[in-house]
């Protein structure tokens, strides 16, 4: 099987840019789904009406599939979840599934331990953020 990336491009700004920006995520290409519960990702939106370090906004234009473009599902929305650890730069695409709900489905950058996308450490990481989002700089979560 082919690799496949998901080219998610950002609506420009007028005044700023004519061009949009854009960001690939590398596919986990997993058997079973990872799915992210609703309330995460609610609990993480909370936060940016409270907190000064995350924000949340919608500026996505669209995504667009490269590569092995038999995908196993249809997309409702997608989520980019984009934060600092460690001085480490990371970004999680996360897409809506009818009947599964949010399920991570690709990671950026692409060198990744793939191994540690694990459904146990994905969601640790992402309560670490909300409980704890001091140990991280520049969340960002974009719809």
């Known amino acids: 099987m082919d690799s496949i990336i998901y080219k998610v491009i950002f609506k420009a700004i007028e005044q700023i840019e004519n061009t949009n920006l854009s960001l690939s995520f590398k596919d986990l290409n997993l058997k079973n789904p990872l799915t992210i519960p609703a309330k995460l990702i609610l609990e993480l939106k909370n936060l940016s009406i409270q907190n000064d370090k995350v924000i949340s906004f ?5 995504v667009i599939v490269v590569g092995n473009v038999e995908t ?13 650890s460690n001085g480490e730069k990371q970004g999680h695409l996360i897409g809506n599934v009818k009947k599964l709900g949010d399920v991570l489905i690709g990671v950026w950058p692409f ?4 191994s540690n996308m ?6 640790e990481k992402y309560t670490n953020i909300i409980k704890n989002p001091e140990k991280f700089s520049k969340i960002c979560l974009i719809s």
């Open 58 to 62: 919608q500026n996505i234009e669209e």
């Open 72 to 84: 196993k599902f249809s997309y409702n929305y997608y989520l980019v979840i984009l934060f600092t």
């Open 111 to 114: 060198n990744q331990q793939l």
């Open 118 to 123: 694990t459904p146990e450490i994905i969601h």
